[in-house]
């Protein structure tokens, strides 16, 4: 097992909790320390994306043969791409000398402690449901439908995060610069 500051580290919680800001100052405090796994995708590269950079750009029969393989961690399809992370992704991230922070649902947390990867797990928790509400209207990038939607899912992510032994650490992101600070303590232990 690496030591405890370079297991790849899960951070998981109701969306609009706040993970990506938390996570966007991570990254930007912390270059060079911290990584992102490059995710499999099907679809086409775009004008200025490289192979092994932004994507590893498979072929559709490559993708499902990985899958069946039983390679991936999560997988999705959006408007006809496949889109996925691999257990080999995470090993590579570490294998560069970083910590591979992967941003995940409650489905590829499961997905994750069933791997050998040895990950540790932040439980990222909203204050209230009422805050959650506030803040997933407030980011204005949603859709009534899809704030209403957020909130049911985020019911069963507080119900799994709340149980015992779901993560190492919960930390409620009420003040953000306390929640960043827990968060840089954890992943770094200093
Ligand atoms: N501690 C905080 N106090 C108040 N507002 C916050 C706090 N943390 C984040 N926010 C705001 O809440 C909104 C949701 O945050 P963010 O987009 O980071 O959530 P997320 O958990 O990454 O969501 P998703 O899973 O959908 O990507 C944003 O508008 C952000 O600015």
Not at 102 to 122: H, M, P
Not at 155 to 167: K, R, S, T, V
Request: one cysteine or more; charged letters at 30%; hydrophobic letters at 35%.
């Amino acid at each position: 097992m690496p030591p405890a500051t370079k297991r790849p580290v899960v951070v998981f919680g109701p969306s609009g909790t706040g993970k990506s800001t938390l996570l966007k100052r991570l990254f930007a405090e912390h270059p060079g320390e911290v990584g992102f796994s490059i995710s499999n995708t099907t679809r086409s590269p775009r004008p200025g994306e490289a192979h092994g950079r932004d994507y590893h750009f498979v072929t559709r029969e490559e993708f499902v043969a990985a899958v069946e393989r039983g390679e991936f961690i999560e997988h999705a399809e959006f408007s006809g791409n496949m889109y996925g992370t691999t257990v080999r992704a995470v090993r590579d991230v570490a294998e560069a000398g970083k910590t591979c922070i992967l941003d995940i649902d409650v489905q590829g947390v499961r997905s994750v402690k069933a791997t050998d990867l040895g990950a540790r797990f932040v439980f990222v928790a909203p204050p209230s449901m009422e805050e959650l509400e506030r803040r997933l209207r407030g980011r204005g990038t949603d859709s009534e439908d899809s704030v209403m939607k957020r909130l049911q899912i985020a019911q069963g992510e507080l119900e799994y995060g709340n149980q015992p032994g779901a993560c190492d650490i919960k930390i409620v992101n009420d003040d953000v610069d306390r929640a960043y600070k827990a968060l840089e303590q954890f992943v770094f232990g200093c």
